[in-house]
């Protein structure tokens, strides 16, 4: 069964700086989905990547998608407090990462 | 358009009872899938529906059941809950069941198990 690894687990960063987030597949990816989930609520959907090499971007989040690592990325720029929250990476529609815990400090 | 809903948001039970909880998907949306989400397990696929008929099974114990109706309507159903049980419930919605497609996620149902 496919497993997905996201790194790292948690982050604190400052009001204004960069920040990645990686999602690995333990198998071949043909899809993959981004979404954030603000504690005790449900997950919103971000964006979803299809193809490799694809990027697309919402606001001051980008993806991306590495078919040949089997890896995608989030990128946020210019991180916000309102970008504080967990993300989690899918696949294959009902298969997600753990999730990576983002904290914004002001 | 309205989003998926789930009740009740909150639920608190005991051992070796058992619960239902609903889920009413998107207008139009024909699939719907319900996860178990602990911090320790993260975050795990349960069952899947589309058109009243079960698609894809998580690895969960028989207690774990769940239906759809014919307006996609779901329900899970948890027998003889167990204290392991405690967890965020969530249900998500989409139209179809292809790997084109993304879910769309109600807030979950919060249950607890004294």
């Known amino acids: 069964s496919q497993e997905l690894e996201q790194s790292p687990q948690s982050l604190i960063v400052q009001e204004g700086k960069n920040l990645t987030i990686n999602c690995t597949s333990s198998?071949?990816?043909?899809?993959l989905y981004w979404y954030k989930q603000k504690y005790g609520e449900g997950l919103i959907f971000l964006m979803m990547?299809?193809?490799?090499?694809e990027e697309k971007s919402h606001e001051k989040i980008t993806a991306k998608l590495d078919e040949k690592k089997q890896q995608s990325s989030l990128h946020i720029t210019a991180s916000q407090p309102s970008h504080a929250g967990i993300y989690l990476c899918?696949?294959?529609?009902?298969?997600f990462g753990q999730g990576t815990r983002l904290t914004i400090n002001p | 358009k309205a989003g998926v809903t789930q009740t009740p948001r909150y639920l608190i039970k005991t051992r070796g009872q058992q619960v239902t909880l609903s889920c009413s998907p998107i207008s139009g949306h024909r699939s719907v899938s319900w996860y178990q989400q602990t911090p320790g397990q993260g975050l795990q696929f349960l069952f899947e529906y589309f058109s009243e008929t079960q698609r894809n099974k998580g690895n969960f114990p028989g207690r774990f059941s769940g239906r759809q109706f014919s307006n996609s309507r779901s329900e899970m159903n948890v027998s003889t809950l167990e204290l392991g049980d405690s967890a965020l419930y969530l249900c998500?919605?989409?139209?179809?069941?292809?790997?084109?497609?993304?879910?769309?996620f109600g807030d979950g149902t919060r249950l607890s198990i004294l």
């Open positions: 198998k071949t990816l043909y899809g």
């Open positions: 990547l299809q193809k490799g090499g």
């Open positions: 899918g696949a294959r529609r009902l298969v």
């Open positions: 998500a919605s989409s139209y179809g069941t292809g790997s084109d497609q993304p879910q769309h």
